[in-house]
Nanobody
Framework: EVQLQAFGGGLVQAGGSLRLSCAASGFTFEDYAVGWFRQAPGKDSEGVSC????????YYADSVKGRFTISRDNAKNTVYLQMNSLKPEDTAVYYC???????????????????WGQGTLVTVSS
């Protein structure tokens, strides 16, 4: 059974940090690019970051560039999203997704992804 599990969300003050994890099982994880998306209340989903499968290339939305870092550990079938200098506008439910034929330049296009995890809520208080 294919599973993606996102966890690590919580409540943090502005300026604080959180690390989200996305744990995968049921497929050959190293063959898949993994993206993080977020959806704030009343807003559309936003592609936040992506890490490629083969070379570990990383991509970031302008809104998080310089503050968030994505990484992967294929030995643990896990992708991480380190979030620093958090802002209230980062408050959202964060989802991870995986695909083995992702067009990386279009990583923010959520229809590309085969597998999705459940969300984890990040709340940043001012």
């Amino acid at each position: 059974e294919v599973q993606l599990q996102a966890f690590g969300g919580g409540l943090v003050q502005a300026g604080g940090s959180l690390r989200l994890s996305c744990a995968a099982s049921g497929f050959t994880f190293e063959d898949y690019a993994v993206g993080w998306f977020r959806q704030a209340p009343g807003k559309d989903s936003e592609g936040v970051s992506c890490v490629s499968n083969t070379f570990g290339e990383t991509y970031y939305a302008d809104s998080v560039k310089g503050r968030f870092t994505i990484s992967r550990d294929n030995a643990k079938n896990t992708v991480y999203l380190q979030m620093n200098s958090l802002k209230p506008e980062d408050t959202a439910v964060y989802y991870c997704a995986a695909d083995n034929s992702l067009i990386l330049s279009s990583y923010r296009d959520d229809v590309q992804y085969d597998y999705w995890g459940q969300g984890t809520l990040v709340t940043v208080s001012s």
